[in-house]
Nanobody, 123 residues
Framework: QVQLVQSGGGLVQPGGSLRLSCAAS????????MGWFRQAPGKEREFVAA??????AYRDSVEGRFTISRYNDKNTVSLQMTALKPDDTALYYC??????????????????WGQGIQVTVSS
């Protein structure tokens, strides 16, 4: 059983930056695909980014602004967010799983989830 604990988040002005972290425990970390999802009020949870040992994937609206990284020696994954926009406001979740490539953008591909952390972009 993998446990995921998130940190970071908060309130930032438009154009600002934030870094989210997710620490994993309870199992081997490197075999898992790690993902970030978000859910805005009144909307469904959506894919943000994912990382394997060989590559990354991003939703179009964050490509070039967000960077997902993993540190297998520390069992940690991070999401560096820059040039933040009000539309980025959401509850952000990290996730771990072993989805095939075609399911890496789907929350159904992930088995373990962090507690969620709020990111608010507002002036």
């Amino acid at each position: 059983q993998v446990q995921l604990v998130q940190s970071g988040g908060g309130l930032v002005q438009p154009g600002g930056s934030l870094r989210l972290s997710c620490a994993a425990s309870g199992g081997a970390f490197s075999p898992y695909v790690m993902g970030w999802f978000r859910q805005a009020p009144g909307k469904e949870r959506e894919f943000v980014a994912a990382i394997t040992t060989s590559g990354t994937a991003y939703r179009d609206s964050v490509e070039g602004r967000f960077t997902i990284s993993r540190y297998n020696d520390k069992n940690t994954v991070s999401l560096q967010m820059t040039a933040l926009k009000p539309d980025d406001t959401a509850l952000y979740y990290c996730a771990a799983g072993r989805p095939p490539t075609y399911r890496r953008r789907s929350e159904s591909g992930y088995d373990y989830w962090g507690q969620g952390i709020q990111v608010t972009v507002s002036s």
